[in-house]
């Protein structure tokens, strides 16, 4: 033996604590320290003569430094780091050294990074042993029971109790529990409550039992997720939920919710009393089914503009009650959006019945018309006895002296007869529901045929009236022989307003959605405390006027959704702006 070692090329091989196989040029075995003979699990005379790739069947042999796999007949094939190098410069003999690559060490390291990361987590996480006993605690445990958490290890809940009497009711809830879950045999949740000083901590707990071969009890992991915040947010949203139901359920108002097909997912009771149904008989019902005939296509288009995410007030529609009678409600409703797609999923309403409050503006309405036309009667009654006194008069006079030379009397007769004539024509206008054809018109044609009307009246009085009237105006709808009324008693007005002469200048052009004609004058103007007249049944400066033309003609252009604005400046003249909308 003595000479063998002293005949080895590497004599000190034997006392390196590292595998050492010395191998020939080609790469067979020649040698190996105990260390290899260890880790092969083969001696060398078995192994003398044959090729290292027996034992590292993958090796590569034109690397020095490789990680490959040790074979083996007595032990699991083993990863290993391998290092061959020439031994001295003749290149006879190669050193091939083996250390295993340290899986131990690897798990030791993982279990360290799990430890870490169980410490590192705010959730309790525990595992308890056969007899109830810690084997393991993470740094949350400690830190929730004030306790260090590595002193858990070896102790029951019960010492733990013991030792830490605050949470005494804790850990004994815990032994009760566990023995539950060790019972069950299988995973089991449960809700704890850890008492601190801000109030309850809620806990969300896992317990998963592991049972050994022979079905003894092993270990128990415990894993425990506070939810405190979410409980007290869920809390806080139930109630603010049921608040607003208390106030949906005790409102006037139908408050309703509606999915995009327009049925109804909630109706508060307040449909009872509006209406006659109760909830559930409306609930998935679609809400139009109970809407005016006459109201649909408005809902539809109010409809479509809620799903296209736009809101709506006070819409104002008629709802069928259970009777079959109508009512009058007002609705405002909003879309309420997907947060993800932004789309309208729900649609909510809150529906208010107004058939009293439209009935007392009908009446208010009605009281209106009644006091103008009382107003109106008794100035018809004033304006008509004046001329009727002069003509009683006359008629009396002739009685007394006989029918003599009545004809110088005749003019003045016929005069306040025609004077009583004017004003029931005009009466008449704002008075008689006349047959009304709304069609579409060129209003310039209006315009020209008024003028040419006014035309010679206007050349006595040395009016020239100059029309500017714009290309390609779009027609309006209206009632022809109404606005041009309008025109007449506008145009007249500024003929009377020049008794020496002047220029009137029609004008209209397209403004926005409207046309717009302009009557200006270069008359005597009207001033500024007359203005707030102007409208007035009979309210006139001229001496035989009627005071009835600009009255009428406000209450056409309102008719016809358009607006009149006088503008004047005494002395120099007045505008009558016209403006109708172009439908
Ligand atoms: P009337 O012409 O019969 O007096 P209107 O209702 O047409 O009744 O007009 C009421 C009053 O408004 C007129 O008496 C006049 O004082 C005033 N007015 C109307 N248009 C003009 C105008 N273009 N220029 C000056 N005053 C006007
Ligand atoms: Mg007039």
């Not at 810690?134 to 445990?141: D, E, G, P």
């Not at 449909?271 to 006659?276: F, H, K, N, V």
Request: aromatic content about 6%.
């Amino acid at each position: 033996m003595g000479n063998e070692l002293t005949r080895s090329p590497m004599p000190f091989m034997h006392q390196l604590s590292d595998a050492v196989i010395l191998l020939t040029h080609d790469f067979c075995i020649h040698e190996m320290n105990s260390e290899a003979v260890k880790m092969t699990g083969c001696t060398l005379p078995e192994l003398k003569g044959l090729s290292i790739s027996c034992l590292l069947p993958d090796l590569n042999k034109k690397r020095n430094e490789q990680q490959t796999i040790l074979s083996g007949d007595t032990h699991d094939p083993m990863l290993v780091d391998v290092n061959i190098d020439d031994l001295g410069t003749d290149e006879k003999y190669k050193v091939c050294i083996l250390k295993p690559v340290k899986t131990e060490a690897t798990d030791a390291f993982q279990e360290d990074l799990l430890v870490a990361l169980t410490n590192i987590v705010p959730d309790f996480i525990g595992i308890k042993d056969g007899d109830g006993k810690f084997v393991y605690a993470n740094k949350f445990s400690g830190e929730m029971f004030g306790y260090p958490h590595t002193e858990f290890v070896g102790k029951t809940d019960a010492e733990l109790g013991r030792l830490i009497p605050y949470f005494k009711p804790v850990f004994d809830y815990c032994i009760e529990t566990d023995e539950g879950v060790w019972q069950g045999g299988k995973l089991q949740r449960c809700v704890e409550k850890i008492p601190a000083s801000s109030g309850d901590r809620i806990f969300d707990v896992y317990k998963i039992p592991v049972f050994d071969d022979e079905g003894s009890r092993k270990n128990l992991l415990v894993f425990g997720r506070e939810i405190t915040d979410q409980v007290s947010s869920h809390e806080k949203l139930q109630e603010s939920e049921s608040r607003y139901r208390l106030l949906a359920e005790n409102s006037t108002d139908i408050i309703s919710t509606h999915n995009v097909e327009g049925e109804m997912l909630y109706v508060s009771p307040a449909c009872e009393q509006l209406l006659g149904y109760t909830p559930q008989e409306l609930l998935s019902k679609k809400a139009f089914a109970l809407f005016h005939p006459s109201d649909m296509r408005a809902s539809l288009q109010v409809h479509e503009q809620l799903l296209r995410g736009g809101d709506i007030s006070n819409f104002q529609f008629r709802l069928k009650s259970v009777n079959g009678e109508y009512r009058w409600v007002e609705a405002t409703c909003r879309g309420i959006k997907d947060e993800t797609t932004g789309t309208v999923i729900e649609i909510i309403a809150v529906t208010r019945d107004i058939s009293e409050r439209l009935e007392a503006e009908e009446l208010l309405r009605k009281s209106d018309k009644l006091s103008i036309v009382g107003q109106l009667a008794a100035s018809v009654a004033h304006e008509i006895r004046n001329p009727l006194t002069a003509l009683k008069g006359f008629i009396q006079l002739f009685q007394s002296k006989g029918i003599v030379d009545c004809e110088k009397y005749y003019g003045i007769m016929l005069d306040e007869l025609n004077r009583i004539e004017q004003i029931i024509t005009e009466l008449l206008i704002l008075a008689k529901p006349q047959s009304k054809k709304v069609e579409k018109k060129d209003i310039k044609e209006l315009i020209h045929y008024v003028v040419d009307l006014l035309d010679r009246q206007a050349l006595v009085h040395n009016v020239h009236i100059v029309c500017d009237l714009g290309e390609n105006l779009p027609l309006i709808d209206c009632v022809e022989n109404e606005l041009k009324q309008v025109f007449i008693n506008l145009v007249k007005n500024a003929i009377e307003a020049m008794p020496d002469g002047g220029i009137i200048h029609i004008d209209s052009k397209r403004q926005g959605r409207n046309i717009e004609i302009i009557i200006q004058d270069q008359g005597c103007g009207i001033p500024p405390e007359s203005l707030k007249k102007l409208g007035e049944p009979f309210y006139s400066t001229k001496e035989k006027g009627t005071g009835l033309g600009l009255m009428t003609s406000y209450k056409i252009i309102q008719e016809h959704n358009g607006e009149i604005i006088i503008e004047s400046h005494p002395g120099k003249g007045t505008a009558v702006k016209i403006s109708l909308p172009i439908r």
